[in-house]
Nanobody
Framework: QVQLVESGGGLVQAGGSLRLSCAASGRTYSPYAMAWFRQAPGKEREFVAF????????YYSDSVKGRFTISRDNAKNTVYLQMNSLKPEDTAVYYC???????????????????WGQGTQVTVSS
């Protein structure tokens, strides 16, 4: 089992930045790929960004490409999401997710992940 705890959400003005963190605990000795998803009110959960175990492969949704950066520090069992040039449409609850595998074939699909955090709210005002 892996437990995930997100932090770093908050209220920011459009054009601003936030850095989300996701700390993993539990079975962290096994390599695992991780991702960020988000869910806005009344909408389905959507993929945001993916990173494999080594950090050598990252993947982003078109809506955040060029503005968001995913990274990880395996020594700290933590994954980050640096969000720049935030827009009101980025407002959502952001969730981190972990797979039992070091890399996965369809990182944009939520059913590929085995563990989820409780989410952190990001609100971008216009």
């Amino acid at each position: 089992q892996v437990q995930l705890v997100e932090s770093g959400g908050g209220l920011v003005q459009a054009g601003g930045s936030l850095r989300l963190s996701c700390a993993a605990s539990g079975r962290t000795y096994s390599p695992y790929a991780m991702a960020w998803f988000r869910q806005a009110p009344g909408k389905e959960r959507e993929f945001v960004a993916f990173i494999n175990w080594s950090g050598s492969n990252t993947y982003y949704s078109d809506s955040v490409k060029g503005r968001f950066t995913i990274s990880r520090d395996n020594a700290k069992n933590t994954v980050y999401l640096q969000m720049n040039s935030l827009k009101p449409e980025d407002t959502a609850v952001y969730y981190c997710a972990a797979s039992r595998y070091s890399s996965i074939a369809y990182p944009h699909q939520a059913n590929q992940y085995d563990y989820w955090g409780q989410g952190t709210q990001v609100t971008v005002s216009s």
